[in-house]
């Protein structure tokens, strides 16, 4: 069955913290992403990436870096958390691109940065 | 760039009347259309995708016609359930896009 596992499911760290938010995926997607989702603003593409060692910048990348060390691991990394940086967290993979993409979503992080 | 708007929520309605979530989109490019919906505590889950012009998607009683010449998908139930009360979004994506475009969803919250 086709899966995106994300973990922690919920973090509190404080400002200046270093958090590290972790997403598998088991369906052989090439593409994943990271999105944050906020009451007004919707789903926003923060980093994602084609492959192992790719990194595409999406809409809301700063504060932001992220790694794909596998196929099947994609990791999002904030080294100096902010309190704008609260947010929920989803990762999503896809087999396609462009108009042949459909991402599956994990159930997302919850970030509270205090 | 690209852009979608829809609905602004939350949109409140009873059980057994009709559901009607407006989306609008703008590109310059090709694009293939998505809803997706949210249940609480999960991430978003696909509730179907158009890829041409001119044609209909649908799933659990849902459907939303892919209209070019209005740049529109709205989305459309007949008679919703309690357990319809999510958020919706609307979406694009097109061939040069490597990635979603999403709208700022729509809570829809039904009461029995």
């Known amino acids: 069955e086709a899966a995106v596992t994300q973990s922690p499911r919920n973090k509190v760290t404080v400002t200046g913290g270093n958090v590290t938010l972790s997403c598998r995926q088991t369906n052989s997607h090439n593409y994943m992403y990271w999105y944050r989702q906020d009451t007004g603003h919707g789903l926003r593409l923060i980093h994602y990436s084609y492959g192992a060692g790719n990194l595409q910048i999406g809409d809301v990348p700063d504060g932001y870096k992220a790694t794909r060390t596998t196929q099947e691991d994609f990791f999002l990394l904030l080294e100096l958390a902010s309190p704008s940086q609260t947010s929920l967290y989803f990762c999503a993979s896809s087999d396609g691109t462009g108009r042949n993409q459909a991402p599956l979503f994990g159930e997302g992080t919850r970030l509270s940065v205090l | 760039g690209d852009s979608v708007t829809q609905t602004e929520g939350p949109v409140t309605l009873s059980e057994g009347t009709s559901l009607t979530v407006n989306c609008s989109y703008e590109t310059k490019q090709y694009p293939t259309l998505f809803w997706y919906v949210q249940y609480p505590g999960e991430g978003p889950q696909l509730l179907f995708k158009?890829?041409?012009?001119?044609e209909k998607g649908s799933n659990r009683g849902f459907e939303a016609t892919y209209n070019k010449e209005a740049t529109s998908f709205h989305l459309q139930k007949a008679s919703v359930q309690e357990s319809d009360s999510a958020v919706y979004y609307c979406a694009l994506s097109t061939a040069s896009l490597g990635k979603l475009q999403f709208g700022t969803g729509t809570q829809v919250v039904v009461t029995p």
């Open positions: 158009v890829p041409k012009a001119n």
